[in-house]
Structure formats: C-alpha cells, structure tokens
C-alpha cells in the first residue's frame, strides 16, 4: 500500500510531462517565427493579459490562422505547429 502512495505522484507527473512533450512542433523554431511575424502587430503582452480569449490548443491554432488571414501571412502545418509549441509552453500551459 505504501508503494502506492510513493508511485502515484511520479506517475502523475510522468503523465503530464509526456503529454506535453507529444504536442508536435519546435518551440525554438515557433520563436524565431513569432519574432520574425507577429511582433510587427503586437507584444507578448497580449498573451499574459487576463481576459485573452484563447482558452485551448485548438483555439490558440485558430487564432495564428487568424493572424494569417489578417496580415496575408501564409504559414505551413510545420510552421503553425511551432508557433503553437512555443506559444503554449511559454504562455498558455495547455495540456
């Protein structure tokens, strides 16, 4: 029983890491985008504010797609899975 109560801790946290981890892209790459795209519209302040309106992966890939549409910006699925990579770990934390 003891081991138990050992064992699930790590686990749990062995859980969470793997699943961000399986999130495809190159946080380093997505960066290097963000910096070269979408800083010419605004600041990472937009993603620490506390009412932004991305509230899951899903919503933060239509978001980019957004941005596409308004700066006549044609990103590739590679591209746009960096940019969420990076995004995600740095600011939103989604699972």
Known sequence: MLK???LFPIV???????QAATLPG???NGKKLYDASCTSCHNDSV?????H???SLEGLTEQIHN???MTDVT??????NDLVKYLNETYYKFK
């Open 12 to 18: 749990a946290v062995l859980s969470v890491s793997t």
């Open 4 to 6: 138990s109560f050992v």
């Open 47 to 51: 993603h620490t504010r506390k009412d």
């Open 75 to 80: 990103l590739g699925k590679t591209q746009v």
């Open 26 to 28: 190159d946080a380093a």
């Open 53 to 55: 309106k991305i509230k």
């Open 67 to 69: 941005c596409e549409h």
